[in-house]
């Protein structure tokens, strides 16, 4: 057996306290006992871990290729942050932003809100010091986001023509049933009637600014498909397996070139960090078009939390909404009003 691992060097720390010297091997920045020491005399140079996350890492990172040389010396990079995210990336009493410097060896400055700038700017001696303080900011800004309610969404209008006709009959046709717990308020507005294809956190105009042009980038998703996509809207669902206590009843879409595209978007946006976290946990679209939702309801009422759709199931099951085209996905602001009475729509993709 190695003598090296009968007989260790040991450190004194004190008359009666020895400590074993730990082994830093030459392949991870050190001489095979901390610089060679088997004296136990104090080493000058500390075992320093080495980056495993080189900068290859971070190309796919749009803003790592805007890392320049800075004037005074090593790097720099300023880029985009929603200000909504300043006091996370501070922390209580700047702890967070302290921890982050430390660990990359960094600079970080992050603007005062009422400054202009939303840019956040790295410097550092390395450039792989400042792509570890933007992954750790990018990680930091995705968790935070994914905390936040969702304040967009890409929506295909469904409110024109036979779709938004035969709504309006079933609507009728179930309030004048009478059903208990059924009222008006709990259908979606005919001006509003859509299918969701995704939902995101966008926090300013730079963010929507961006997230528009993802969605213009998913042109290219549809070279294969057959456009504008054919939706038939047919049958009734429930969210849950309880039609007792259900709290949202909707229209069945079939559209199988949509479903693609769809799904395409879906894995896009994920890349992107916009997503909400609902999004983020799927790998597709459910396509439907809400009919009831309980959340429509006016909560000053305090009406219960869910309603029974036993009866509208049975009788409506099987209702035809007919058919309608897709020719753009819009992303829309939730809880907005445009000037036609449908979501006010942020920008959109025609084809």
Request: net charge negative.
């Amino acid at each position: 057996m190695s003598r090296e691992v009968l007989e260790p060097p040991v450190l004194g720390m004190s008359q009666n306290r020895r400590y074993r010297v730990n082994v830093v091997h030459e392949d991870f920045g050190g001489d095979k006992w901390n610089g060679g020491n088997k004296q136990g005399r104090s080493v000058s140079k500390g075992y320093e871990e080495p980056d495993l996350y080189g900068e290859d890492d971070d190309e796919e990172d749009p803003d790592a290729a805007k890392i320049e040389d800075n004037v005074s010396g090593g790097y720099k990079l300023s880029f985009h942050v929603s200000k909504s995210f300043y006091g996370g990336l501070i922390g209580a009493k700047g702890s967070t932003k302290r921890r982050i410097e430390e660990e990359t060896r960094s600079e970080i400055y992050i603007p005062r809100q009422h400054e202009a700038s939303s840019n956040v700017t790295i410097k550092a001696k390395e450039r792989s010091q400042v792509c570890a303080a933007l992954r750790q900011i990018r990680s930091l800004v995705g968790s935070l986001r994914r905390k936040m309610r969702p304040t967009h969404f890409l929506a295909v209008p469904l409110n024109f023509g036979e779709v938004q006709n035969r709504f309006l009959e079933l609507k009728t046709s179930i309030l004048e049933a009478q059903l208990p717990g059924i009222d008006t308020e709990l259908f979606t507005p005919e001006i509003c009637i859509h299918l969701t294809l995704g939902v995101y956190v966008l926090l300013d105009d730079d963010e929507r600014k961006k997230a528009l042009e993802e969605l213009e980038s998913c042109r290219s998703m549809l070279a294969d498909l057959a456009t504008p996509f054919e939706m038939k809207v047919k049958g009734l669902e429930i969210m849950n397996d309880d039609p007792s206590s259900t709290r949202i009843v909707y229209g069945c879409i079939e559209a199988p070139e949509l479903q693609k595209f769809a799904d395409r978007c879906l894995a896009h946006f994920q890349t992107t960090g916009f997503s909400a976290t609902d999004n983020n946990d799927r790998n597709s679209i459910k396509l439907h078009m809400t009919v009831l939702n309980n959340r429509y309801r006016k909560k000053e009422l305090k009406c219960p939390n869910s309603f029974d759709a036993r009866e509208i199931l049975k009788r409506f099951g099987d209702f035809d909404f007919g058919s309608a085209k897709c020719s753009a996905v819009h992303l829309c602001a939730l809880q907005s009003s445009g000037t036609d009475g449908f979501y006010k729509i942020s920008g959109s993709l025609e084809f």
